[in-house]
């Protein structure tokens, strides 16, 4: 712990460190800060004379919790849609609309997990350099 807290007050860190008990919270700083960025949790915890270090590396908690909204949203609506079209055809009057929104509700599930794909595949330098900056920080 007393490695970040030193690292903390350096100038010109390429990361953002908040240190709060024994959690340390890392993003990018906000020049770099895009809307696929990571985020670092590292949590600490001491046993006898050793310290175990858990990380955590994920999207930016406001953008998961959009593309899980959207998730959700396009579940919801396939459900029903699907629902819809089976009770149409139950009574003999055309599907076309509900399939159209089945199709269309289906269609924002797949762009959302595309849109969560193709950030991962963006964040994936900064990662790296997160973890590095968390290597030679506990190294050095």
Do not use: Y
Request: glycine residues 6%; aromatic residues 10%; proline residues 3%.
């Amino acid at each position: 712990m007393g490695k970040f807290v030193n690292f903390q007050k350096v100038e010109g860190n390429p990361f953002n460190l908040q240190i709060s008990n024994h959690l340390i919270s890392l993003n990018v700083k906000e020049d770099e800060q895009h809307w696929w960025s990571p985020e670092m949790t590292l949590r600490l915890e001491k046993e006898e004379s050793k310290t175990t270090i858990f990380e955590s590396i994920g999207p930016n908690s406001s953008m998961f919790t959009l593309a899980m909204f959207f998730v959700i949203l396009g579940s919801v609506l396939f459900l029903a849609a699907l629902m819809w079209s089976l009770s149409q055809m139950t009574v003999g009057e055309s599907p076309v609309q509900s399939i159209l929104v089945t199709f269309l509700s289906g269609l924002l599930i797949l762009l959302t997990f595309g849109w969560l794909a193709m950030g991962r595949m963006r964040a994936r330098d900064q990662v790296t350099r997160l973890k590095q900056f968390v290597a030679e920080i506990i190294e050095g």
